[in-house]
């Protein structure tokens, strides 16, 4: 039997979790309906979903907080999150995308729209064909065991920006714009803002630290790129 992605959808509400419901099930999705967070949770602990959509405005424990303790948590870490809210504003959707939301939905949200995110996220976690360590510099990716080292020391990031540090090691040394990153590292843009770019840049760049996250250079009005040649500062 073909394997049935599982969508976990985290909504209080029981008129939009039915309609979301209904068109999964219509679009080959195997979706599972979670009133609150504890039962979400007791959902995640019995089977992994292949994606979880998390409305923000839940009682109790916010999405946000969710998000944010799944995202830390090394059995759900991985699973892609993509939040579903009212709230429109900018410093929301940051937030949200901070707390580790892969993706962010505004409602109302048209279902088509929904479907095409969540292809979208499940692309994207797709695993890469090629397995193979790549490095650059003292930088070492392992798409296998799903580690990265600066120096032997392991660093810890997210699933977003694995595949982006995963993209720029193989593409070194070249420029990439946003819509280009949005293309190949996200493969469905559609949906995507370019400051989404941004933001996983900031904490490809913090995960990485001091030293290493001095590769990720910032190319003004082009985009970004990973070097090994990192720039210093010459003395006056
Ligand atoms: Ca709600």
Redesign the pocket.
Known sequence: MRHLPGVLIV???PAIAELISVNLKHSGFRPVWAIDSSTAQAELDAVLPDVILL?W??PGESGLVLAKRWRAHPRTKSVPIIMLTARGDESDRVAGLDAGADDYIAKPFSTKELLARIRAVLRRRAPEQDLSVVSAGDLTLDPSTYRVTFRGHLLKLGPTEFKLLHYLITHAERVHSRSQLLDKVWGDHVFIEERTVDVHMKRLREALGLEAGQMVETVRGAGYRLTTQVAVAKPA
Do not use: G, K, R, S
């Open positions: 909504e209080d509400e409305d405005m839940l």
